[in-house]
């Protein structure tokens, strides 16, 4: 979990997510989406792997996230 030590905010960060492994494909039918197929991860399966960068807050734009 982690924190604003400035505001105390632990909801929203602004940063990065990066995920890698297989994926469930479906077509999208919604007539909303500009993309014709969207993905889910399988995160049960063993290769799954995941990276979390968080850069600022999103609520007083602090740099200063602690992880606790």
Known sequence: MYKCADCGNTEKFIGYAQEN??????KNDSDNCSEPYSWIYNISEKNWSSDLKFIKCSVCQSENIIKI
Not at 21 to 26: A, C, F, H, R, T
């Open 21 to 26: 492994g297989n994926v469930l494909i479906y």
